[in-house]
């Protein structure tokens, strides 16, 4: 069976600073992998997908993540933050070929001024 | 395209009520699914249809959770009777399923309080 981990529950983080989110995903197949945001009291919204190719990953927002097979690792990335960055993000996987879209607990991104 | 549509976006009931969420997917998608999220227990898959077919729903909690698809168009989840425990926020979710990946679009959820 896949699970996703999502090593931090929260991160706090200045304005302009980088960031980083981390995923560990489980899984003895191939796997497609997904960041999600969800920003309060809206639904997800998907911000990037590694399907296959290159490992580097650009989304929207100017985040970026970068897939490590041999870590098993989704990592999410952004080199500078704003204050409209904060919500809550969550690392999803998918077996190749499947249907079932397994989510990360999330992680809680509050940016401060 | 207007997205995936659900409503209501806010129910508020009494315990032993019944409950009927409803989903509209992005038209072309062939796959919906159902998402509850609780602060407990994060994101968990409900069931999920291809087709208009329900594929798995070993995520349905119990026999009180019922879903339905009749038509591509439109799914509904029902809970009856509704309980307190089954306070969350109803995610519904479309995709084109090929051979390829799965990429979903959410709705922006039903929140449901029972009292």
């Known amino acids: 069976a896949q699970s996703v981990t999502q090593l931090d529950s929260q991160v706090p983080v200045f304005e302009e600073a980088p960031v980083e989110l981390r995923c560990n995903y489980s899984s003895s197949v191939s796997v497609y992998l997904f960041w999600y945001v969800q920003y309060p009291n809206q639904g997800l919204q998907l911000l990037l997908k590694y399907l296959s190719g290159s490992t580097l990953v650009k989304g929207i927002n100017g985040f970026e993540a970068e897939f490590n097979k041999s870590q098993t690792s989704f990592h999410l990335r952004k080199p500078s933050v704003h204050i409209s960055d904060t919500a809550e993000y969550f690392c999803a996987a998918v077996m190749e070929y499947g249907n079932k879209l397994v989510f990360g607990a999330g992680t809680i991104l509050r940016v401060k001024s | 395209d207007a997205g995936v549509i659900q409503s209501p976006r806010h129910e508020v009931t009494e315990m032993g009520q019944e409950v009927t969420l409803r989903c509209k997917p992005i038209?072309?998608?062939?796959?919906l699914f159902w998402y509850r999220q609780t602060m407990m227990r994060g994101l968990e898959l409900l069931i999920y249809f291809n087709n208009n077919v329900p594929i798995d729903d070993s995520g349905m909690p119990e026999d009180r959770f019922s879903a339905k698809m009749p038509n591509a168009s439109f799914s509904t989840l029902k809970i009856q009777p509704s309980e307190p425990r089954d306070s969350a926020v109803y995610f519904c979710?479309?995709?084109?399923?090929?051979?390829?990946?799965?990429?979903?679009?959410f709705g922006a959820g039903s929140r449901l309080t029972v009292l």
């Open positions: 979710a479309s995709s084109f399923s090929n051979s390829g990946a799965n990429v979903l679009t």
């Open positions: 038209s072309g998608h062939n796959s």
